[in-house]
């Protein structure tokens, strides 16, 4: 059932760059995740419902640094990613990425980080693949083995294994548009 108010917000986060995915009146996971976005880059607790502090992020978000140039700005701080092309802002989203704590996991054991600094795209792969700590969709590899990646598990916290967990319906909408050699800036 349409909600006149859920569908006015996911209007405004479409408006403002962050994907609710369909624009429909309904409440779904995608409209969480563009919801969470929202309220971590206007420095409030991601929850699944528009607080008054939400309204007002609505209403005036934070502005937003531009980068140096086209690409990925993975933030570590606030966990998101913005997507720029063509000096325009087309994409901001919540991610989940390194958990800093050592790991072990199917006899792989490491440093769970992301890695800070400027990369580009190395290699990508269309649908899902199999890696040594789990399955990836849309996985585009910057660093070796550290990808951007659809998840169907990304938390509001940084929890990865150094990769950075995206929503699916971001990874789907993503994935075109980051072709080998696009830039992808890590920063703190």
Same mark, same amino acid.
């Given at each position: 059932m349409l909600d006149q108010q859920i569908l006015e917000v996911e209007e405004r986060l479409a408006k403002l760059r962050f994907d609710p995915g369909v624009v429909d009146g309904v409440f779904t996971e995608e409209t969480a995740t563009a919801l969470w976005a929202l309220q971590k880059l206007n420095g409030l607790k991601p929850v699944s419902r528009v607080t008054p502090a939400t309204e007002r992020a609505l209403k005036r978000p934070r502005k937003i640094r531009r980068p140096v140039r086209d690409?990925?700005?993975? &933030?570590?701080? &606030?966990?998101?990613?913005?997507?720029?092309?063509?000096?325009?802002?087309?994409?901001?989203?919540?991610?989940?990425?390194?958990?800093?704590r050592h790991y072990c996991l199917k006899a792989h054991c490491g440093y769970a980080v992301t890695p800070v600094g400027e990369f580009r795209v190395q290699r990508r792969v269309h649908g899902w693949e199999d890696g040594p700590l789990g399955a990836m969709y849309k996985p585009v590899y910057f660093n070796g083995g550290i990808a951007l990646h659809g998840s169907v598990e990304v938390p509001k916290r940084a929890a990865s294994h150094g990769c950075v967990r995206m929503p699916l319906h971001i990874a789907d909408r993503l994935f075109p548009r980051l072709p080998v050699g696009t830039t992808v800036l890590v920063r703190r």
């Open positions: 690409g990925v700005v993975v &933030d570590l701080g &606030d966990q998101l990613l913005f997507h720029y092309e063509r000096g325009k802002l087309r994409l901001i989203a919540h991610v989940s990425t390194g958990a800093n």
